[in-house]
């Protein structure tokens, strides 16, 4: 069975500095991971996603992640956060020949001014 | 771009009532999918369906019913509302082919149950 894990439940971090969101899976066959960010009171927005090919995978608003196989690890990083990141960040995994989406407990990202 | 809509953003019902929740995407999607999202818990799926008429269990079917009678519409029933039915709902929509294997959401459904 599939699963995902995200160890941070709130992140605080200064503007302009830099930002690691941790997520782990753990899945025995071939995985999709995708990253998603939700603002308050609003639906889930993808952020970006690996299916295949390049581990390092670019995403909107400057953000991005990197499949790591050997660790089951897709970490999000961002180099620089603005007041404008902050909200709430989903890790999910799924798979070929599947139909459910995992989706970790969510990240909530606190921009500090 | 791809829209799912969900029907109502915020609901107020009593207990032992029945509740529907509708939801409809535009882009000919085969997967539909409802979502329950509760603080520290993250998102649970309740259930989700595969083509029309067609539907799996999720997680936390419990409680919970479905209808897919057209391709584009998911509604989800709540045969009698309890109080631990109060939550964030989230619809949600894919195609490996359509949509990259990504999954779309709706603008969510807050369901108060007093």
């Known amino acids: 069975a599939q699963s995902v894990t995200q160890l941070d439940s709130q992140v605080p971090v200064f503007e302009e500095a830099p930002v690691e969101l941790r997520c782990n899976y753990s899945s025995s066959v071939s995985v999709y991971l995708f990253w998603y960010v939700q603002y308050p009171n609003q639906g889930l927005q993808l952020l970006l996603k690996?299916?295949?090919?390049?581990?390092l995978v670019k995403g909107i608003n400057g953000f991005e992640a990197e499949f790591n196989k050997s660790q089951t690890s897709f970490h999000l990083r961002k180099p620089s956060v603005h007041i404008s990141d902050t909200a709430e960040y989903f890790c999910?995994?799924?798979?070929?020949?599947?139909?459910?989406?995992?989706f970790g407990t969510g990240t909530r990202l606190k921009v500090l001014a | 771009d791809v829209k799912v809509t969900q029907s109502s953003r915020y609901l107020v019902k009593r207990t032992g009532e029945k509740v529907f929740l509708e939801c409809v995407q535009d882009?000919?999607?085969?997967?539909m999918f409802w979502y329950r999202q509760d603080p520290g818990l993250g998102l649970r799926l309740i259930y989700f369906?595969?083509?029309?008429?067609?539907?799996e269990k999720g997680d936390i079917p419990e409680g919970y019913s479905v209808s897919r009678e057209k391709k584009e519409r998911f509604s989800l029933i709540l045969e009698s509302a309890s109080t631990n039915q109060t939550s964030m709902y989230l619809c949600?929509?894919?195609?490996?082919?359509?949509?990259?294997?990504?999954?779309?959401f709706g603008e969510g459904s807050w369901l108060t149950v007093v």
């Open positions: 882009m000919d999607h085969e997967n």
């Open positions: 999910a995994v799924s798979g070929p020949g599947t139909y459910k989406y995992i």
């Open positions: 369906s595969y083509d029309v008429k067609m539907k």
């Open positions: 949600a929509s894919s195609s490996p082919v359509a949509s990259g294997n990504t999954i779309y």
């Open positions: 690996y299916l295949s090919g390049s581990t």
